[in-house]
């Protein structure tokens, strides 16, 4: 069985998942899960629309943190915050090609969401061993990064499902299982 892709279906579930991640900036600031929506956006988009909806959703992340939630407005911050949409477009991309590859990692998505959330990772941890603030990457913290984005990636995948079932011509069909 391999996992089939939801086609096109316009920009309702950009919209879902952008409404999602501002309640997510709004309820959890600091554990957004850059990740499970990169893998979701991956999963259930085109590469291109999947780029623009996390674009859009870190930069409202970043709106809502700096305007609102009080980041501190400094040159670190901002290299922090321009370092997490390198490292969830990387994410993203890598989570699409992935997805793309013959078997068995067409149909492995547990697989390749850990793939990306460590190329995530990786990607942020490269980042601070130039900038500062690798005390961040202990095991505990990266623990409970992966356990919050794993949770939001299954209710981000519930969620397509709700949506496409209850308003298939809004949303586009599910993801599908299909014969290999």
């Known amino acids: 069985m391999i996992l089939?892709?939801?086609?096109?279906?316009?920009?309702?579930?950009?919209?879902?998942?952008?409404?999602?991640?501002?309640?997510?900036?709004?309820?959890?600031?600091?554990m957004m899960p850059f990740v499970a929506?990169?893998?979701?956006?991956?999963?259930?988009?085109?590469?291109?629309?999947?780029?623009?909806?996390?674009?859009?959703?870190?930069?409202?992340?970043q709106l809502l943190g700096f305007g609102l939630l009080g980041y501190p407005l400094t040159g670190y911050a901002l290299s922090w915050g321009g370092a997490l949409l390198g490292a969830s477009l990387g994410a993203m991309l890598l989570a699409a090609r992935l997805f793309d590859a013959p078997r068995p990692l067409s149909y492995a998505f547990p697989l390749v969401f850990l793939a990306a959330f460590a190329a995530f990772e990786i990607a942020l941890f490269g980042f601070a061993l130039l900038v500062g603030g690798t005390e961040t990457f202990t095991p505990t913290i990266v623990l409970q990064l992966l356990t919050n984005d794993v949770l939001w990636f299954a209710g981000l995948l519930a969620l397509h499902g709700v949506l496409t079932r209850a308003a298939p011509r809004v949303f586009g069909p599910g993801l599908a299982l299909r014969a290999a």
Do not use: E, F, K, Y
């Open 37 to 61: 929506l990169a893998v979701a956006a991956a999963l259930t988009m085109p590469r291109t629309r999947a780029a623009a909806t996390i674009t859009a959703i870190w930069a409202t992340n």
């Open 4 to 30: 089939s892709r939801t086609p096109d279906a316009g920009i309702a579930w950009q919209l879902a998942l952008a409404a999602v991640a501002v309640l997510g900036t709004l309820a959890i600031a600091c």
